[in-house]
Nanobody, 122 residues
Framework: VQLQASGGGLVQAGDSLRLSCTAS????????MGWFRQAPGKEREFVAV????????TYADSVQGRFTISRDNAKNEVYLQMNSLKPEDTAVYYC????????????????WGQGTLVTVSS
């Protein structure tokens, strides 16, 4: 599986943005998927994960209630809908995949997309 993230851009505080991650291959539905982010000068951090079926999701406290992760296994895509964006959400956002499980620790994922930059101005 190869991952391609897209949808980043420059927005103002309070705006919304939707990130997409497209996966190649025929086994997408067997992978747990996650979104992580890395702000300038900071370590990569967990944002959200979603199980293979899409039924279960987990969010970082900092984005709970504002971000929604979803997936479409028929299209081999996972999404991150980001609402009420804040300047502190500014980061490069990465999608990640690993077989079956969805840990919230980035180091446990073995497949990563190239990242898409989200910049939120105040």
């Amino acid at each position: 599986v190869q991952l391609q993230a897209s949808g980043g851009g420059l927005v103002q505080a309070g705006d919304s943005l939707r990130l997409s991650c497209t996966a190649s291959g025929r086994t997408f539905s067997t992978y747990g998927m996650g979104w992580f982010r890395q702000a300038p000068g900071k370590e990569r951090e967990f944002v959200a994960v979603i199980t293979r079926s899409g039924v279960n999701t987990t969010y970082a406290d900092s984005v709970q209630g504002r971000f929604t992760i979803s997936r479409d296994n028929a299209k081999n895509e996972v999404y991150l809908q980001m609402n009420s964006l804040k300047p502190e959400d500014t980061a490069v956002y990465y999608c990640a995949a690993r077989p079956y499980t969805v840990p919230t620790i980035g180091g446990k994922y073995n497949l990563w997309g190239q990242g898409t930059l989200v910049t939120v101005s105040s």
